[in-house]
């Protein structure tokens, strides 16, 4: 990489799912980069490759507190995403979104350097209009169990434009939807690990409501190649921008398409809806399409199969496996889900394995 596009990179959140893959990203490119995470959510495994590239920094640093380091952009995720997570502790939560953007950019105004949020699809709440585009203004109750979650983030989305209209920073804001893949927390309570985690233990799948409602599903390599499509686009560029995958699938077919690919066989039992829960949600992807040249390209079918197979290898006794994982799988499972998932987990898994090994 010629020095001139070498840059310092600084990515909160970067212990995360999505911040271990962003960072990884960062990292093959050339770039310096400072993870600076409080392992709320986060853990060392999944950015144990990469502590001995000479490019990579990690700091152990909560965001709702001051930050002073010298960086040409920054990637802020750090925030937990998963409901069971995010509710633990709420005034953290809220905390995290609304002190971790002013801190943050509070940072990029002071050393110049662009700033990109992963805010969410949760702004929108419950949407009336789908699917849904980044003019619609969202339908949130601002005083239920998932407020501390999707208000902090939209109040994030206001510092991030008002720190553009005020002071000139040069942002981003990512609407991210629903993504999975590898290293995705085997607790987080969200569908697509809920139901892995289930057909690989040998378990029914709990599908909540009917299983009518409809979500979208984004591989982790799409998303993380849409944000950082977003972090490089010519500035200015103060407008939200969806990320996400527009395939819309009910809860009832992403179950049987875990059963598939698990190879499990399991029952789909049913359980009432959680409080808040939106029924369907869908990404408009026409800005990210047009500003981005962005779509994702990765199929739920091979997605999830590469998710399988780093479940799999996670609970294997020969891998190490970090805390809070299946507690195990039974071979006959075991072996049926790993022929059913293509070869590559996908670079981060593998380089994992390496490091380990
Ligand atoms: N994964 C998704 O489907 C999804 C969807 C929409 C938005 N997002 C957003 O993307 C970001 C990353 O999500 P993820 O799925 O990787 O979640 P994650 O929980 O795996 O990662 C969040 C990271 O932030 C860290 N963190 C939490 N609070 C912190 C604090 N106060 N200071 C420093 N670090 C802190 C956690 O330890 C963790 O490493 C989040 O901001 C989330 O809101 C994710």
Redesign the pocket.
């Known amino acids: 990489m010629k020095e001139y596009s070498r840059k310092r990179i600084l990515v ?2 970067g ?5 271990s893959h962003l960072c990884e990203r960062l990292v093959t490119a050339g770039h310096d980069v400072l993870c ?7 853990t060392k495994d999944n950015i144990a490759h990469l502590l001995d590239a000479p490019n990579f920094e990690m700091m152990r ?4 507190f001051p930050l002073y380091v010298e960086v040409d952009e920054i990637y802020n ?6 409901p069971v ?1 995010y509710q633990q502790d709420p005034v953290q939560t809220t905390k ?1 979104s609304v002190h ?1 953007a002013i801190n943050l950019l509070g940072l990029a105004k002071r050393v110049k350097a662009r700033i990109l949020q ?1 805010s ?2 949760e702004v929108y709440g419950d949407p009336s209009v789908h699917p849904q585009h980044e003019q619609y203004w969202g339908n949130v109750n601002p005083i239920g169990v998932r407020s501390c979650y999707d208000e902090g ?1 939209r109040c994030a989305e206001t510092l991030f434009a008002d720190y553009y209209r005020q002071h000139r920073v040069d942002i981003r804001i990512a609407r ?4 999975y893949g590898p290293r995705m ?1 085997p607790a987080d309570g969200r569908v697509v690990s809920n139901f892995i985690t289930q057909a690989l233990a040998g378990e029914a799948l709990t599908v909540y409501g009917d299983g009518t409602q409809t979500r979208s599903f984004c591989y982790v390599d799409d998303l993380v190649d849409g944000l950082i499509r977003l972090m490089e686009a010519p500035s200015p560029f103060a407008e939200p921008v969806n990320l996400g995958n527009a395939a819309e699938v009910t809860i009832g077919e992403i179950a049987r398409e875990v059963i598939r690919v698990t190879g499990a066989r399991v029952p789909i039992q049913h359980a009432s809806l959680p409080a808040d829960d939106p029924r369907q949600r869908c990404p408009d992807l026409t800005l990210a399409a047009r500003r981005l040249g962005w779509s994702p390209a990765t199929t739920l079918a091979d997605g999830l199969a590469r998710t399988v197979r780093y479940f799999v290898q996670r609970a294997a006794p020969s891998v190490h496996r970090p805390p809070g994982g299946p507690s195990g799988v039974p071979a006959d499972v075991q072996q049926r889900a790993v022929s059913a998932a293509p070869a590559r987990v996908g670079q981060a898994g593998e380089r994992a394995q390496q490091v380990r090994a």
């Open positions: 909160t959140g212990a995360g799912f999505l911040g600076v995470d409080n392992f709320y959510t986060g640093h909560d965001v709702t995720l750090a925030c937990p995403a998963s997570h995290t971790g992963a969410t699809s983030k991210i939807f629903n993504t927390h």
